[in-house]
C-alpha cells in the first residue's frame, strides 16, 4: 500500500459530473490517492488527511479497482505510471511521491502480474492432461 496522486489533464475528456468539469477548467490537476496491491486486485481509494486528530479520522474512499489478471502497468514519465484495464481499457496516470518510488510500484504490480499468468498456465497445463486409464 502506499500514496500517490492521480493526474488529470487535458487527455482525459470531462465525464460531465460538476467534480470532474471542475477539475478539466485546470491543464492539469491532482488529485491525492492511496493504493493498495493485493494478489487478485489493485484498488485505488481517494484519500483526504485529517490533521487534527492526529491522523485517526483519516479518510479512504473506495474509487476504483483493477484486476490483476485484466490489467497492465506502463511506465510514464518522470514520477509517473499508468495502470489500464484490457478489457474495458480505462486508464489512469499515477505520480508517485519519487522516482524510486515508482518503480518499486511498476515492478511489484508486473511481479503480481506475472505470477496471476503463471497461474493461469498452470492451470491450463492441468486441465489439458490425459487420464491414462480413459480410452482414445
Not at 118 to 125: D, N, P, R, T, W
Amino acid at each position: 500500500r502506499g500514496f500517490a496522486e492521480y493526474r488529470i489533464g487535458i487527455k482525459i475528456p470531462a465525464v460531465g459530473s460538476y467534480f470532474f468539469s471542475r477539475i478539466m477548467s485546470h491543464d492539469t490537476h491532482e488529485i491525492p490517492v492511496h493504493m493498495f496491491l493485493f494478489e487478485k486486485s489493485f484498488i485505488v481509494c481517494y484519500y483526504k488527511k485529517n490533521a487534527r486528530e492526529f491522523e485517526l479520522a483519516d479518510e479512504y474512499r473506495y474509487w476504483t479497482m483493477f484486476q490483476i489478471k485484466k490489467m497492465t502497468v506502463e511506465n510514464g514519465e518522470n514520477r509517473e505510471f499508468i495502470v489500464t484495464d484490457k478489457e474495458t481499457e480505462q486508464s489512469v496516470t499515477l505520480v508517485a511521491k519519487t522516482v524510486e518510488e515508482k518503480d518499486e510500484w511498476v515492478k511489484r504490480i508486473k511481479k503480481e502480474v506475472r505470477n496471476i499468468d503463471k497461474l493461469v498456465k498452470k492451470l491450463m497445463m492441468q486441465a489439458v492432461s490425459i487420464d491414462p486409464d480413459s480410452p482414445p
